[in-house]
């Protein structure tokens, strides 16, 4: 029987029941090798030869190919449809090759399929080609530029600038653009200006609003009424006059359909309407996928082929009428740049089959990802949406006021009868329906209908411009006529943080990264720490801002945009066979080496000086009395500048350090108070009248009680629990925090119980009483045992805690109660139960020894089987081989003394043996391909 190999098994699986018993239908698990992950991999002195190792986990899936390869000599690759399936193609060919399962006689055809349908695959399988070698060696030149910006520039990275993680290609491009973004918020000034509107009413008792728009017979800009004094102004001016309607107006309009669904759409729309990451949006595709319910989910086309658009346009006839499919089909040209439209928009395989007709089997993630694909694919092809738009000026008889209302009437739904396109940042409500209002008509004032509002803002503080040391302002009002004519104080808003949603939408439009490397990319910055996500919102941290300063001001070119997007076009020239991958490699390493060795030469006090003045209008911001912003606030005469710490964070130091010990975190002082220097924010006293204070360290928020003294030079200190909303701190939570430890109780069998807040967590601690006839120098044994929630340290009771600890003690291997499984998966295809596991560090999936964690937009529910092996097979990949013991030399007889040779004088070491170790096995490579 003919052998073909796909990735998954769960495409293997659908794909078997296609071809029926003729064939064997086997995964290799992804990619079956890889570079090392060390240095010299690739080398550049070499032609840049990759050396390729077959993962640990990997050699059972290819043994099993070799195994059905001896009972058949024909080969079918039918891996995915883009440049990654393709490497993969290779990939298993040149394995196979090398261990000799693929002979001269051997058949080796490679087949692919946009759709996992029992029509693509039998296709396909009558269309053979070979494995296509131009997109092969565009993945090479990826893989190798990846390595090299991982392998190179990262040991650089931590030497030149301590307690930085790694640097790569692509992903650092990423992380500019949000460090740039977070530092527009910061510098933005908000201004403001104020709005008036006027609750209207008709002749037949129907209201409608109306904003003013022009005064003293004067068109209004945004920025004219700048002040309360004008808002009221224009109040009194309104309400001392009679309006009528003085002009209708009502133009028809049309809104058509977003195109279907490409891969940076997908995850766009996911992100607004499920508040799903990037990584979770495709592994749910993935699956839908391999089920053969979609397309292909990596893609940056918006086609649709004729057959497909056919079939959309029958279903939208037969579920919604005629009416609703229009004269002809909807063609959609992409707009992204770089776009390589390769492959087909992703929509659904059987376009007459809605959510409802999916077997009952299917989880409801997939579901709910299907439901949005099928609905976006189905508008794309609908009728446009008809709206009839409507102005109403009404005035004054003098024309010193005017005002406008306006508001839409969809006269027919069309596409929105499906489907409407989620919006990134919400925009004013312009679809209000207006009454029925006629020209010369009167328009009352209807009395205290603003009345609530009004009430609320003048009572309400408001955020107005929210950046990393929060601009807060009170907005204010302005009522007049009874309650009719309301003046609205607002402030201009900075430009919003970006989502993972608006992110992808960026790099898309910046012409950086690929469809298969969207999700890779924006989940690295976060695992690295760069970034965090808080609200649906990406933020850098410290680590983060370093980065890109040390890349922008010594690798500036490598983080550009320009750059980047155009080496993205190079690398499709590779694609289509118009480049040759080796001598873009070598343009691109003669002038990264130089670089590199030219930032080696640096010192670290040099780095952080030059990252001082970069960063100083953020790090060191203008103090409104003119002072030296970089003096130090504590002992007035030391140069505030920034230090880096082990920890990798980096934070703001007094130069007199040790004599001054003044630190603040480098985005300001501790959010939410008003705090003065180093001595925090005050939350109250305790019961003896010593203050405790709110501060931030390098290593995080704490609070403090009292001061440092000669005699007490470290006051009591404890941490502030991780997830706490530090304006939600206050004296009441402080106190029982200083408390701790607090004591629980003795153990019947004697011993104190204690709970506490670790750097692990909250925990119960025993101290054990020493045995009879202890010495001074024994110390009490200590059990300790896990808390999961941090608020149970202050209220647990003796019994638990008993409890508690027994259970560790029967299980001393565990930091608690043996572990149960959150979710049972199912068995490995090698054998043995495989479950998602509660661990310390987050939720993991576990098969035998194997450990792996969940990415962390994944919840623990949601995982499936397919996607526990391909974890376990990526996390198995990267341990390393167990060597053999090394033989202990045969003793050897002691050799007759020598007359010492004369002493040679020892050689210098050269810059460059100075600069680098000579490997680098702990560089933290990221391929931004998935």
Known sequence: MPVVVVESPAKAKTINKYLGADYTVLASYGHVRDLPPKDGSVDPDDNFEMKWEVATASQKHIKAIVEALKDDDKLILATDPDREGEAISWHLQEALTKRRAIKKTTQVERVVFNAITKTAVTEAMKNPRQVDMELVEAYLA??????????????????????????????????????????????????????????????????????????????????????????????????????????????????????????????????????????????????????????????????????????????????????YVPGSARVYKNKAKNAQEAHECVRPTELSRAVDDLPGGVEAEQRKLYDLIWKRTIASQMESARLERTAV??????????????????????????????????????????????????????????????????????????????????????????????????????????????????????????????????????????????KNRLIPEDKGRLVTAFLENFFRRYVSYDFTAKLEEDLDHVSAGEADWHKLLERFWADFKIALDETMDLSITAVLEKINEVLEPHLFPAKEDGSDPRLCPNCGEGRLSMRTARSGGAFIGCS?????????????????????????????????????????????????????????????????????????????????????????????????????????????????????????????????ANLADPEEVHTIGLNRAVDLIEQKKLNPGRRGVAAEPLKQLGDHPDGGPVNVMKGRYGPYVKWEKINATLPKDVEPEAVTLEQALVWINEKAATKPKKKAPAKKPAAKKPAAKKKPAAKKPAAKKTAASKAAPKKAADADVVDDED
């Open 656 to 784: 007199n350090y040790p004599d001054c010990r003044y630190t603040r975190p480098l985005a300001g002082e501790v959010e939410g108070g008003d705090v003065a220097g180093p001595d925090g924010k005050l939350l109250g006293h305790d019961d003896e009248g010593v203050p405790v204070t709110l501060r931030t360290g390098r290593f995080g928020p704490y609070v403090q009680l009292g001061e440092p003294t000669e005699e007490a030079p470290k006051p009591k200190r404890a941490s502030i629990p991780k997830g706490t909303d530090l304006e939600q701190v206050d004296l009441a939570m402080a106190l029982p925090l200083l408390a701790l430890p607090r004591f629980v109780g003795k153990h019947p069998d004697g011993g104190d119980i204690e709970s506490n807040i670790g750097r692990f967590g909250p925990y119960v601690m025993l101290t054990e009483p020493l045995p009879e006839g202890a010495g001074a120098k024994d110390k009490p044994k200590k059990i300790y």
């Open 142 to 323: 990826r893989r190798a530029l990846d390595y090299l910006v991982g392998f190179k520039l990262s040991p650089v990275l931590w030497r030149r600038l301590p307690g930085a993680k790694s640097a790569g290609r692509v992903q650092s491009v990423a992380l500019r653009v949000i460090v740039e973004r977070e530092m527009e918020i910061e510098a933005f000034k908000p201004r403001e200006y104020w709005s008036v509107k006027a609750m209207l009413e008709n002749p037949r008792a129907q209201t409608y609003e109306a904003r003013l728009t022009h005064l003293g017979g004067r068109k209004l800009d945004r920025y004219d009424l700048a002040t309360g004094e004008a808002a009221e102004l224009a109040v009194a001016a309104i309400t001392s006059r009679d309006l009528k309607v003085l002009n209708v107006e009502a133009k028809p309009a049309t809104r058509n359909p977003a195109a279907p669904f490409m891969t940076s759409t997908l995850q766009q729309e996911a992100s607004r309407k499920f508040s799903w990451g990037a990584r979770q949006t495709m592994n749910v595709a993935q699956r839908l996928y391999e089920a053969g319910y979609i397309t292909y989910m990596r893609t940056d086309g918006i086609d649709m082929a004729p057959e497909a658009v056919t079939a959309a346009r029958d279903a939208i006839g037969e579920r919604y009428g005629k009416d």
């Open 393 to 534: 000026d009404v005035g004054s008889s003098d024309g010193e006021v005017t005002l406008r209302a306006t508001g839409q009437v969809v006269t027919f739904d069309g596409f929105l009868k499906v489907y409407e396109e989620g919006r990134d940042d919400v925009e004013a409500d312009d679809a209000k329906r207006l009454p029925q209002i006629t020209q010369g008509e009167d328009a009352r004032k209807k009395s205290g209908e603003f009345a609530a509002e009004f009430d609320k803002l003048t009572s309400d503080s408001v955020v107005v411009a929210e950046g990393t040391r929060g601009v807060v302002r009170e907005e204010r009002a302005v009522l007049g006529g009874d309650g009719a004519v309301l003046g609205q104080q607002h402030f201009t808003q900075p430009p919003p943080r970006y989502t993972e949603a608006t992110l992808v939408k960026r790099m898309e439009e910046l012409g950086i990264g690929r469809p298969s490397t969207y999700a890779s990319i924006v989940t690295t910055i976060q695992d690295r720490d760069y970034v965090r996500k808080d």
